[in-house]
């Protein structure tokens, strides 16, 4: 397990990028946590480690260390996955077990449902009056949709952009093809063709 700061995809810090790839060029798979999603347990996890930097790689509930730790064992004697104690996957499973792309996490994420919202919080409590205003006209038709916040993911918010050509949010989606925003679905609520596209017809 890596406590690191970022994603394995998105490394948020030099030394976490570098871990990333010492682990991953030995075809360890491993889980992650982005410390920088909770500070309670960035600070948390210092003082429960007595570790005061990261990232932190743990191995079946012990810490083995840092990047520095792991550079050592690389050094000493190469092989990395024996030196943890852990079997590497092979070249095919590791293939097949890696993360996601941003193009796939985007694609999964759109036909999620077959009504998607991609807005700045949740239709509970929008963040922006654009979400807010796209919010209360789906509802009014009483269908059932899915949204996502693109608040709590900056990867998401700024590749979805550039996926779909579309600068702003809200963002509305049916059956994975973009609509548009709330300009355009405030037009075609006043020209009837909403309902038809919501109800499939």
Request: hydrophobic content about 35%; charged content about 25%; some cysteine.
């Amino acid at each position: 397990m890596l406590f690191m700061k970022g994603t394995p995809t998105s490394p948020k810090c030099g030394f976490s990028r570098q871990t990333v790839e010492l682990l991953t060029n030995a075809n360890i798979v491993f889980g992650y946590f982005d410390i920088l999603s909770n500070e309670d347990v960035r600070q948390g996890l210092k003082t429960f480690s007595d570790w005061p930097t990261y990232p932190q790689l743990y191995v079946r509930g012990e810490l083995i260390g840092g990047l520095d730790i792991l550079k050592d064992m690389m050094m000493e004697e190469g092989n990395l996955a024996e030196q943890l104690d852990v079997t590497p996957m092979d070249t095919t499973t590791a293939e097949m077990t890696k993360e996601p792309t941003l193009e796939e996490r985007i694609q999964s994420l759109i036909t999620k449902s077959r009504i998607m919202l991609f807005m700045k919080g949740v239709p509970s409590a929008p963040k922006c009056g654009f979400s807010r205003q796209i919010v209360d006209i789906i509802e009014s038709y009483d269908v059932s949709y899915d949204t996502f916040n693109i608040l709590t993911d900056e990867e998401i918010r700024q590749g979805l952009k550039k996926y779909s050509d579309w600068p702003t949010y809200p963002q509305l989606y049916v059956d994975g093809d973009l609509i548009g925003g709330l300009d355009i679905v405030k037009e075609m609520q006043e020209g009837g063709d909403l309902n038809d596209l919501f109800k499939g017809a």
